[in-house]
């Protein structure tokens, strides 16, 4: 079993940002969450990981509803990764890996596996070179390889990202995704690039205004009008090896300011 969702709504500020969503994710699968900005991906994401509990319907991870499970259960189960990432103190990329540890230590604040642990996310992660480097030294790819690197640590069966290749160039983006699916666990990742989702996303989800538009694979549910219906943009959809690729047709000259 896994992490699911079944009838998810809650309300945020007087707003209702997820109404009525579900979401199961296969064991090991890959999960694209879609949708413009404000559609309730990011709200999404807190619910699933237990951050905030909906106002109805539930949670589940196992088939066990989160309020009833304890944090330290969820940190040993649930990784998340947010859009960002600061940090006053200087810390290391090690030392940043290493509170992904912290749900496994015992009463005496000691982990028998830590160092084991540790060296295997950072050479999983491409890091092991960059262990004593400091946070305000690394580049945008390598600070969220490093967030990525801590949230393994903790040695999840679920892997939530919000947003993961957001202020990242092309090369770091690909880089970032190609890592995260790799990863032998059930990943579910927030994205505004439909492209990107398409090449590497098993399964999609799209959200707008807070309920699911569509669902299903990138091939059968990215299509030419959903781009339009959800995000207000004339495309052309073909498929590629089963892989859809979106092309953004420019707004029609009419519709530009007199002048321009």
């Known amino acids: 079993m896994t992490l699911s969702a079944e009838n998810v709504s809650w309300t945020r500020g007087g707003n209702l940002v997820v109404d009525d969503v579900d979401i199961r994710p296969r064991a090991g699968q890959t999960v694209g969450l879609l949708g413009p900005n404000g559609s309730g991906k990011s709200s999404l994401l807190r619910l699933l990981a237990g951050i905030s509990r909906p106002d109805r319907g539930t949670v589940a991870l196992d088939d066990t509803p989160l309020h009833r499970l304890g944090r330290r259960t969820l940190a040993r189960r649930i990784a998340m990764v947010g859009q960002h990432a600061h940090t006053d103190v200087d810390i290391t990329v090690r030392d940043i890996v290493r509170l992904g540890r912290i749900p496994h230590r015992d009463l005496f604040g000691t982990d028998p596996q830590e160092d084991e642990t540790l060296e295997r996310v ?55 995704l190609d890592l995260i699916t790799r990863l032998p666990i059930t990943t579910v990742v927030a994205l505004h690039d439909l492209n990107l989702a398409a090449m590497f996303c098993d399964y999609v989800l799209v959200l707008d205004r807070g309920r699911v538009a569509a669902h299903g694979h990138p091939a059968d549910t990215l299509t030419a009008e959903l781009v339009h219906d959800v995000y207000g943009v004339r495309a052309t959809v073909t498929v590629d090896d089963g892989v859809p690729v979106i092309r953004y047709r420019r707004p029609a000259s009419s519709q530009l300011p007199a002048g321009r």
Do not use: K, V
């Open 122 to 176: 950072l050479h999983a992660t491409g890091l092991t070179e960059h262990a004593h480097r400091t946070w305000h030294t690394l580049s945008g790819g390598e600070r969220q390889r490093a967030q990525i690197a801590r949230a393994l640590a903790q040695e999840p069966t679920e892997l939530l990202l919000d947003e993961p290749t957001n202020h990242l160039d092309i090369a770091h983006q690909l880089e970032i």
